[in-house]
């Protein structure tokens, strides 16, 4: 599975930006797909995360409430809409693939498949 995350950029507090992740290769049925993000200096961090065949979905408390993942099955596509960002969402957001055996959905360690990673900053 081959990821490509884009939509990422610059935006003022308050702001809002939408994510995409798109796959090739084959299709998201049966992964858990999940967004983290990276700060400078800090550990990647779990932001979001959807099972693509039972549509279910999670939230870190620190985005819960301003954004929110979805998916286009159609298309082999999941996305985060960020609204009311906050310049502590600045950070690389990378989305991911886990496969089946993995049970979880917040240990990027347990992720097999990365995007290349999108930039957010959030200015004040």
């Known amino acids: 599975v081959q990821l490509q995350a884009s939509g990422g950029g610059l935006v003022q507090a308050g702001g809002s930006l939408r994510l995409s992740c798109a796959a090739s290769g084959r299709t998201f049925s049966g992964y858990t797909i999940g967004w983290f993000r990276q700060a400078p200096g800090k550990e990647r961090e779990f932001v979001a995360a959807?099972?693509?065949?039972?549509?279910?979905?999670y939230y870190a408390n620190s985005v819960k409430g301003r954004f929110t993942i979805s998916r286009d099955s159609a298309k082999n596509a999941v996305y985060l809409q960020m609204n009311n960002l906050k310049p502590e969402d600045t950070a690389v957001y990378y989305c991911?693939?886990?496969?089946?055996?993995?049970?979880?959905?917040?240990?990027?360690?347990?992720?097999?498949?990365w995007g290349q990673g999108t930039l957010v900053t959030v200015s004040s």
């Open positions: 959807i099972r693509w065949s039972y549509v279910t979905i």
């Open positions: 991911a693939a886990a496969g089946t055996s993995y049970s979880g959905y917040s240990d990027y360690l347990r992720y097999d498949y």
